[in-house]
């Protein structure tokens, strides 16, 4: 399960908001969730999901080359049976 | 210690680099013929996430605004996102400001002065773009739902079913929603270009985004000149009182978190032609750079 | 400091802006219990993203008249066979339509 960040401390009380806090909340989260001057900081707390990819790719790479270690061998042209 | 940055600030028009009251550095007051005094006593300064004073550290001829954050807080709270809010908008009178994204956060100074280095030019060149504007936003639903049962219903009759072969019956069905869809859009058009027209003629600017949901017609966002700022309002009473079945959400200002155009819109190693550098560096164990997140 | 948000339906207008947002942006986790939901999540959004595509594409030149009915047939029984493949491993791992996006930050959405 993707860990959700968890911006309010329980959903109750984001339903506790007012109409106007709700609204307005969302529009700060609107805006600076993703906009604004984008760069990563050199702590990835990665809210803009271009690091996730970069994250999701990683996972990948890691598994393939982890499963290689596992075989003993690289994944392509392996005749080896599975363990 | 961490930093966190709320924004980039063009320098005090009058030429002082350090603003006044939120740098923590002295200031060389030529009343005191040279003599150095500390900011303290001017003004207090505004506080950022964990109540840390908010400061700028000057780069040049513009400002980074930052303040301390300690290595064990929390920062995703609905808190900090307030509060990440409120020192810009405080920032807003007194400067041109580019505001961060949330959540840009550095563990080493010399690593933030160099993405600042590397976008200087960008910064300058967008302080220079946003300078004495504001970010407005607007929002349209209209009774998408209900025109959308309309555009349905419309073609209903318009094919009989007899026995087809699958294929041909999947392309149908299909082909029936990409018409439904597609007339949709273009009535979402009209509508939008109608708001549209009220608006755009007095923003510099601006960015649309349609049907976000099927009743949300429109999320815009609008710069606007501060001189400017009046007629846009009246414009936006006109369009309420002339909308018909729209409702409308304008807010703002804002700083101008939609207009900020970097060159490099993703940073270092993460986007386009990096990218792909990167996962083939990572594929060779020879070439592997080591860089941990 | 004088922002306003100022609307006559709050109501509406909240509930029509979660549904954008869900209000909580999401974040995969990388660790070993989820790695290979985290993985399956990102490869079946790139493999929706082609699908889409390909129909979209399929309906324009049903639109412009430039197939033949033995075209039209053969197509939509492939990009039938896709679209239940894709609803099986949905399925498989849990997944739904609405997760299966990448937000690509200032580009916007992926799909």
Same mark, same amino acid.
């Given at each position: 399960?993707?860990?959700?960040?968890?911006?309010?401390?329980?959903?109750?009380?984001?339903?506790? +908001?007012? !109409?106007?806090?709700?609204?307005?909340?969302?529009?700060?989260?609107?805006?600076?969730?993703?906009?604004?001057?984008?760069?990563?900081?050199?702590?990835?707390?990665?809210?803009?999901?271009?690091?996730?990819?970069?994250?999701?790719?990683?996972? +990948?790479?890691?598994?393939?080359?982890?499963?290689?270690? =596992?075989?003993?061998?690289?994944?392509?042209?392996?005749?080896?049976?599975?363990? | 210690?961490?930093?966190?940055?709320?924004?980039?600030?063009?320098?005090?028009?009058?030429?002082?680099?350090?603003?006044?009251?939120?740098? !923590?550095?002295?200031?060389?007051?030529?009343?005191?013929?040279?003599?150095?005094? &500390?900011?303290?006593?001017?003004?207090?300064?505004?506080?950022? /996430?964990?109540?840390?004073?908010?400061? &700028?550290?000057?780069?040049?001829?513009?400002?980074?605004?930052?303040?301390?954050?300690?290595?064990?807080?929390?920062?995703?709270?609905?808190?900090?996102?307030?509060?990440?809010?409120?020192?810009?908008?405080?920032?807003?009178?007194?400067?041109?400001?580019?505001?961060?994204?949330?959540?840009?956060?550095?563990?080493?100074?010399?690593?933030?002065? =160099?993405?600042?280095?590397?976008?200087?030019?960008?910064?300058?060149?967008?302080?220079?773009?946003?300078?004495?504007?504001? $970010?407005?936003?607007?929002?349209?639903?209209?009774?998408?739902?209900?025109?959308?049962?309309?555009?349905?219903?419309?073609?209903?009759?318009?094919?009989?079913?007899?026995?087809?072969?699958?294929?041909?019956?999947?392309?149908?069905?299909?082909?029936?929603?990409?018409?439904?869809?597609?007339?949709?859009?273009?009535?979402?058009?009209?509508?939008?270009?109608?708001?549209?027209?009220?608006?755009?003629?007095?923003?510099?600017?601006? %960015?649309?985004?349609?049907?976000?949901?099927?009743?949300?017609? =429109?999320?815009?966002?609008?710069?606007?000149?501060?001189?400017?700022?009046?007629?846009?309002?009246?414009?936006?009473?006109?369009?309420?009182?002339?909308?018909?079945?729209?409702?409308?959400?304008?807010?703002?200002?804002?700083?101008?978190?939609?207009?900020?155009?970097?060159?490099?819109?993703?940073?270092?190693?993460?986007?386009?032609?990096? /990218?792909?550098?990167?996962?083939?560096?990572?594929?060779?164990?020879?070439? %592997?750079?080591?860089?941990?997140? | 400091?004088?922002?306003?948000?100022? &609307?006559?339906?709050?109501?509406?207008?909240?509930?029509?802006?979660?549904?954008?947002?869900?209000? =909580?942006?999401?974040?995969?986790?990388?660790?070993?219990?989820?790695?290979?939901?985290?993985?399956?999540?990102?490869? +079946?959004?790139?493999?929706?993203?082609?699908?889409?595509?390909?129909?979209?594409?399929?309906? !324009?030149?049903?639109?412009?008249?430039?197939?033949?009915? $033995?075209?039209?047939?053969?197509?939509?029984?492939?990009?039938?066979?896709?679209?239940?493949?894709?609803?099986?491993?949905?399925?498989?791992?849990?997944?739904?339509?609405?997760? /299966?996006?990448?937000?690509?930050?200032?580009?916007?959405?992926?799909?």
């Amino acid at each position: 399960m993707d860990r959700q960040i968890k911006i309010l401390q329980d959903k109750n009380s984001y339903l506790d +908001l007012r !109409r106007q806090e709700r609204v307005t909340l969302l529009e700060i989260l609107d805006r600076a969730l993703e906009k604004g001057v984008v760069i990563s900081g050199d702590i990835v707390i990665s809210v803009a999901d271009v690091d996730l990819v970069y994250l999701g790719l990683k996972v +990948l790479l890691s598994s393939v080359e982890t499963m290689e270690r =596992l075989r003993g061998a690289p994944l392509s042209g392996a005749a080896e049976e599975p363990t | 210690m961490r930093l966190y940055v709320y924004a980039i600030i063009d320098s005090n028009p009058e030429g002082i680099v350090l603003p006044i009251p939120f740098s !923590r550095q002295k200031s060389r007051d030529p009343d005191l013929s040279g003599k150095e005094r &500390t900011n303290s006593g001017v003004e207090e300064s505004i506080k950022g /996430l964990s109540e840390a004073p908010v400061y &700028t550290i000057p780069y040049r001829d513009i400002g980074i605004v930052v303040s301390d954050l300690d290595p064990q807080v929390q920062i995703e709270t609905k808190e900090s996102i307030l509060k990440h809010e409120e020192v810009v908008e405080a920032l807003m009178d007194r400067f041109t400001v580019l505001p961060m994204r949330l959540y840009t956060v550095f563990s080493k100074k010399e690593d933030m002065f =160099l993405k600042v280095k590397n976008h200087y030019e960008d910064f300058v060149e967008n302080l220079d773009r946003v300078r004495d504007k504001r $970010e407005y936003g607007i929002k349209v639903i209209w009774a998408g739902d209900i025109i959308k049962e309309r555009i349905i219903n419309a073609h209903k009759n318009e094919s009989p079913a007899h026995p087809e072969q699958s294929g041909i019956k999947f392309m149908k069905e299909k082909f029936e929603k990409y018409k439904i869809d597609k007339e949709f859009e273009e009535e979402a058009d009209r509508c939008i270009a109608i708001v549209d027209g009220f608006l755009s003629r007095h923003a510099s600017e601006k %960015k649309l985004e349609k049907l976000k949901t099927d009743n949300l017609l =429109l999320s815009a966002s609008y710069l606007v000149d501060n001189e400017k700022r009046d007629d846009f309002k009246k414009a936006f009473e006109e369009l309420k009182s002339s909308g018909g079945d729209l409702k409308f959400m304008l807010s703002g200002p804002w700083p101008a978190y939609n207009f900020i155009t970097l060159s490099h819109s993703v940073d270092g190693k993460f986007g386009g032609p990096d /990218l792909i550098e990167t996962i083939l560096q990572h594929k060779d164990p020879e070439k %592997k750079e080591g860089r941990d997140e | 400091m004088s922002k306003t948000v100022e &609307t006559d339906s709050l109501e509406i207008f909240a509930n029509e802006m979660e549904k954008v947002k869900g209000a =909580l942006p999401k974040k995969i986790e990388a660790n070993p219990e989820n790695a290979e939901k985290g993985l399956a999540k990102l490869v +079946l959004t790139l493999i929706e993203l082609i699908r889409k595509l390909m129909e979209k594409q399929a309906m !324009r030149r049903v639109e412009a008249g430039s197939l033949t009915d $033995e075209e039209i047939e053969r197509v939509g029984e492939t990009l039938e066979k896709l679209e239940n493949k894709m609803k099986e491993l949905k399925e498989i791992f849990g997944l739904k339509d609405e997760e /299966l996006n990448l937000n690509l930050g200032p580009l916007g959405d992926l799909m």
